[in-house]
Structure formats: structure tokens, C-alpha cells
């Protein structure tokens, strides 16, 4: 099991989110939502907001 879904396990997907956005601090710009992690499978929401989109009106690269 790898150490990510151990700790998502051990601490819970919120927890891990606000841990994750502690390491990398962009992570927490975007407010990422854990959704699912299983091994070779992880799903996340981010939710649409102005401030992470580009010229175009999309989500920017750097933000997924």
C-alpha cells in the first residue's frame, strides 16, 4: 500500500487534503477535495473559481 493511501486511511481525506496543502502551499490556492484514492486510482475535485483560470476562461494548467 502506498504511503499517500495509508495516510488517507490513517488520518482521513480531509486531514490528508489540509496535509498535502501544508507541503505544497499552491495546493491550498486551488482548495483541492479528495474525492476517492485506491491503488493506481486517485480522484479529486477543484472547484471553479476566477482566481485559478487563464486568459481563455479555463482551468489553468499549473492549477490541475
Known amino acids: 500500500m502506498s504511503q499517500a493511501l495509508a495516510a488517507v486511511n490513517a488520518f482521513g481525506a480531509e486531514a490528508f487534503g489540509n496535509m498535502v496543502c501544508q507541503q505544497a502551499p499552491y495546493f ?11 491503488p493506481e486510482y486517485a480522484e479529486a ?4 473559481r476566477k482566481e485559478i483560470t ?11
Open 45 to 48: 475535485r477543484v472547484p471553479f
Open 28 to 38: 491550498s490556492t486551488i482548495q483541492p477535495e479528495l474525492v476517492d484514492l485506491k
Open 54 to 64: 487563464n486568459h481563455l476562461g479555463t482551468v489553468h494548467a499549473i492549477a490541475m
